[in-house]
């Protein structure tokens, strides 16, 4: 046993001292280049400037970051851009995208994200992941603007910001300290998520989510979560949503659920939030803050400031906070 610790441990010191800093544009003229010359526990450290461009990390425990990982200096946010405007297939624009297998240890800091239009995704005939797109796999997503990234879709979509979905429930997302906003769906079918789409076990914390948009524009049809929409799909997720300001989120359509925040089949903690100025639009709504759907898991609400948050609709409009349809008799909810 001493033997195979000692052994864990050189090779621990032999990774961290084999790992480097790819600098770009100085060692490479893009991030993607960047990204595919590095290796596993090695950093891509990106000068201020535009970089048009659409990247993949390729499966690789990277950290992809501009200088703000240096001195914390927010001004290296708002200076160093990836726009994905620009795309080289329209089915994949996406500004950023993790599909390889990535966890946690794949880490984007420190950028401002725009000009996504998603990735095209067999499920459900689905475009998703306006700014990032994440698929079967986990990343870490920390002090990036993710702001300006819009879907126009004529069946399905979600997370005009960012989207993130696993069938894997070992397969966790981690988004702190971000700004999203400004983002947007446009669909016909059916729309959730203007700023992020969860269908994975996430932790989501101190983000200002906000101005962003949900529009369904069919008969009859939903549009979810203008803030954040969370759904299970298939194993346990377990999302807890902490510290965030999810405000100014809007949702419109026949039938419009959760401005703020909706919830679909996922067990989920929602603490310390500031929940307001969340608008429904359309015929029908429930939830102008917060909306449960289909309740199979243990749900926590609490220690939220929640206020201002409206239905303007034609015809009903049903409460700030809903929980509809319990299928577990057993579920543990806690409001207060």
Not at 198 to 213: C, F, K, L, Q, V
């Amino acid at each position: 046993m001493k033997k195979l610790l000692l052994f864990a441990f050189i090779t621990m010191i032999v990774s961290a001292l084999s790992a480097q800093v790819i600098h770009v544009p100085a060692d490479y003229s893009s991030i993607q280049q960047g990204i595919e010359a590095a290796s596993n526990g090695d950093t891509v450290l990106v000068d201020n400037g535009t970089y048009y461009e659409n990247i993949n990390f390729l499966g690789k425990a990277i950290t992809v970051a501009s200088n703000f990982i240096l001195d914390g200096d927010t001004n290296h946010i708002n200076n160093t851009v990836i726009d994905g405007s620009q795309p080289v297939h329209e089915d994949s624009a996406s500004v950023v995208t993790f599909r390889s297998g990535e966890d946690t240890t794949s880490v984007l800091v420190g950028f401002t994200i725009t000009g996504g239009s998603g990735t095209e995704y067999s499920v459900f005939v689905n475009r998703s992941g306006g700014g990032i797109f994440i698929n079967e796999s986990g990343g870490k997503i920390l002090h990036n603007k993710i702001i300006g990234n819009a879907i126009v879709h004529d069946k399905f979509g979600g997370g005009g910001g960012i989207s993130c979905t696993s069938m894997d429930e070992d397969c966790w997302v981690i988004i702190g300290n971000n700004i999203i906003k400004q983002n947007s769906l446009n669909i016909t079918l059916w729309a959730g998520g203007g700023g992020i789409s969860i269908a994975a076990s996430a932790r989501i914390y101190g983000n200002t989510i906000s101005g962003n948009e949900v529009i369904c524009t069919g008969n009859d049809k939903e549009a979810e979560g203008g803030g954040i929409y969370c759904e299970e799909m298939g194993n346990p997720d377990d999302v807890h949503i902490s510290n965030n300001i999810i405000a100014n989120n809007t949702i419109d359509s026949d039938w419009s659920r959760g401005a703020g925040i909706q919830v679909y089949n996922s067990q989920t903690t929602i603490t310390n939030n500031n929940i307001y100025n969340n608008e429904t639009f359309g015929k029908r709504a429930a939830g102008s803050a917060i909306g449960f759907y289909y309740i199979s898991g243990n749900i926590i609400i609490k220690n939220n400031q929640i206020y201002n948050n409206e239905h303007n609709v034609d015809t009903m409009g049903v409460a700030v906070v809903t929980l509809r349809e319990i299928l577990n008799p057993d579920v543990s909810i806690e409001i207060r």
